[in-house]
């Protein structure tokens, strides 16, 4: 470890004085050794009536020193738990959560926190043992984010809780232990969007999450590519584009553009299916890496990528 700084020794405001002689040196000393006993004698004579005052003093000063400390650093928190109230059935909202991410159990909490006069309020969703959870942190948030997304306009009033927290929890009975291990992730309620796009790119389609699941990276043998377009809560009759690119070192390449159609209420989802070979037997094409991506009213509203090999 490096040093956080070096320091040098000086002496400040220094005097040298001149060498007293000897007669004057023993004189000086034998004074101040008269002096010296005479206050020892007066010290034995008070030693109780100092303890004594020493002693109520010192009490006091302590008191007073620990009352301070407690009064500027203890902090009082109350918390109280707010029955949140919905505009879905448990079960709808159930369904919507699965619609994002399976997830075999639930719970949804929410608390009020007060400290020291400040009130926060807090939604807590914990998704315990849910599947195909991405490994990447920023994946793994994303999907958190749609979740607050949707529970936040699942509730009657959007703007009852300030903050909400999604955790991932992964819980594993062994006879009559339970091991648990979580990830979470925190949300400002203000920064939260109203709707939820998501992009997913793979071989198969997922009729219960309505997503492609499956490879992104591709050989021959697979017949299809599969894109898919969910969304929820977007504005509706917003036009939507598909996009798809051939990516190089220095520059991505529009080699596909089609019109998907217009957002519907709800809950809903468009998708592109791409044959493989075609992709492969394509001019200046072929293996690579491939980007595509989806637009609303021509904004970008995300893009995945796959490679052919």
Do not use: W
Not at 35 to 55: A, D, H, N, P, W
Not at 119 to 125: C, L, M, Q
């Amino acid at each position: 470890m490096s040093p956080i700084a070096n320091f040098t020794a000086t002496s400040v405001n220094a005097k040298v004085y001149r060498k007293a002689p000897a007669n004057s040196f023993l004189m000086r000393g034998f004074l101040r050794g008269l002096f010296g006993y005479f206050s020892e004698c007066y010290r034995q004579l008070t030693k109780i009536k100092l303890l004594t005052v020493s002693s109520r003093n010192l009490f006091l000063a302590t008191f007073f020193i620990i009352s301070a400390v407690f009064f500027f650093s203890c902090s009082i928190t109350k918390i109280k738990t707010i029955e949140p109230v919905y505009t879905l059935t448990l079960d709808s909202i159930s369904r919507e959560i699965n619609s994002i991410i399976i997830t075999p159990e639930a719970t949804l909490t929410g608390k009020e926190i007060r400290t020291n006069g400040r009130t926060t309020t807090e939604f807590i969703i914990n998704l315990i043992n849910t599947e195909r959870l991405p490994e990447s942190d920023n994946e793994q948030k994303k999907i958190g984010e749609d979740i607050a997304i949707l529970i936040k306009n699942t509730l009657k009033n959007p703007n009852s809780f300030t903050d909400y927290k999604v955790f991932f929890t992964k819980r594993v009975v062994d006879g009559a232990m339970t091991k648990s291990s979580f990830v979470g992730y925190s949300y400002k309620s203000k920064h939260l969007k109203n709707y939820i796009q998501i992009v997913s790119v793979g071989d198969q389609f997922d009729s219960s999450t309505s997503k492609a699941i499956g490879k992104t990276i591709f050989s021959k043998n697979e017949p299809n590519i599969v894109s898919i377009f969910s969304y929820y809560n977007n504005v509706p009759g917003s036009p939507i584009k598909f996009n798809m690119y051939k990516e190089t070192d220095s520059a991505s390449i529009l080699i596909m553009s089609e019109n998907q159609g217009q957002i519907l209420p709800g809950n809903n989802y468009v998708g592109i299916k791409i044959k493989t070979a075609d992709v492969y037997n394509a001019k200046k094409l072929g293996f690579g890496k491939y980007m595509l991506e989806y637009l609303v009213s021509d904004t970008v509203a995300g893009s995945k990528h796959f490679s052919l090999q």
